[in-house]
């Protein structure tokens, strides 16, 4: 994959992905990635997704692109969940951080 190839597609996913920061009492900073429109899907069907242990969202983002989930994602709106510390160029978490657990 040539340089070229990925500044194509990160253009190409900045105009598919619209990121957002929520500020979670818990943890801090979440970052969020929206896939969709979201004016014009504020009745639709919206998505939610975390990714699991080694991946990252873009997991997510590339399924959600497959040809196969065309009709879906024109009716839909997906909200990408970045875990702490997993973000395109995060830095180490400290050793005080703390995940929120499921009862919080």
């Not at 996913?13 to 929520?22: A, F, P, Q």
């Not at 983002?61 to 040809?67: S, T």
């Not at 989930?69 to 395109?88: L, S, W, Y």
């Not at 995060?90 to 919080?104: C, I, R, V």
Request: glycine content about 6%; hydrophobic content about 40%.
């Amino acid at each position: 994959t040539s340089t070229r190839d990925i500044a194509n597609l990160i253009t190409r996913m900045e105009t598919v992905l619209k990121h957002h920061i929520v500020d979670v009492e818990k943890c801090g900073p979440v970052s969020c990635y929206v896939q969709g429109d979201l004016e014009k899907q504020r009745e639709g069907v919206v998505f939610l997704t975390v990714h699991d242990l080694g991946c990252t969202y873009l997991n997510w983002y590339n399924f959600v692109m497959d040809q196969a989930m065309e009709d879906i994602r024109k009716r839909a709106m997906f909200i990408h969940v970045a875990i702490p510390g997993q973000e395109p160029g995060a830095s180490d978490l400290t050793n005080e951080f703390k995940f929120p657990k499921m009862k919080d």
